[in-house]
């Protein structure tokens, strides 16, 4: 039986926070690395064109995240809609997905708010 809405929306969310994760994670390193080439700029000549490579790769990091944060909110939606259209429809989903969707949502919104 191929996977519910439910289950496939459910795993999309989960998906999406963790690359909203991975970003935040990905932008500090890169934060710290600009840091460390500022404070030991050194006699390297090739100090100036690692620290505005760097310094690109922030700006494009940043750039990403107000999509990611978008599609967040419209998994979050989305899931919200499949729940209650699985209770109008008596509950036909397994308890499991729907246990499953309820913490994605949760998780969802807590990066939501970590984020802002």
Same mark, same amino acid.
Do not use: W
């Given at each position: 039986?191929?996977?519910?809405?439910?289950?496939?929306? !459910?795993?999309?969310?989960?998906?999406?926070?963790?690359?909203?994760?991975? &970003?935040?994670?990905?932008?500090?390193?890169?934060?710290? =690395?600009?840091?460390?080439?500022?404070?030991?700029?050194?006699?390297?000549?090739?100090?100036? &064109?690692?620290?505005?490579?760097? =310094?690109?790769?922030? &700006?494009?990091?940043?750039?990403?995240?107000? !999509?990611?944060?978008?599609?967040?909110?419209?998994?979050?939606?989305?899931?919200?809609?499949?729940?209650?259209?699985?209770?109008?429809?008596?509950?036909?989903?397994?308890?499991?997905?729907?246990?499953?969707?309820?913490?994605?949502?949760?998780?969802? =919104?807590?990066?939501? =708010?970590?984020?802002?």
């Amino acid at each position: 039986m191929p996977p519910s809405k439910l289950k496939i929306t !459910t795993s999309s969310l989960q998906r999406l926070v963790k690359e909203e994760a991975s &970003y935040h994670q990905e932008l500090a390193q890169q934060e710290a =690395r600009i840091k460390h080439l500022e404070e030991n700029p050194g006699s390297d000549e090739n100090a100036e &064109y690692q620290l505005r490579q760097e =310094r690109q790769a922030v &700006y494009e990091t940043k750039k990403v995240l107000p !999509t990611v944060r978008a599609k967040i909110a419209d998994a979050i939606k989305e899931l919200e809609a499949l729940l209650e259209t699985n209770k109008a429809e008596g509950g036909e989903a397994p308890t499991e997905e729907v246990t499953k969707a309820k913490e994605a949502i949760a998780e969802g =919104r807590k990066a939501m =708010r970590e984020i802002s």
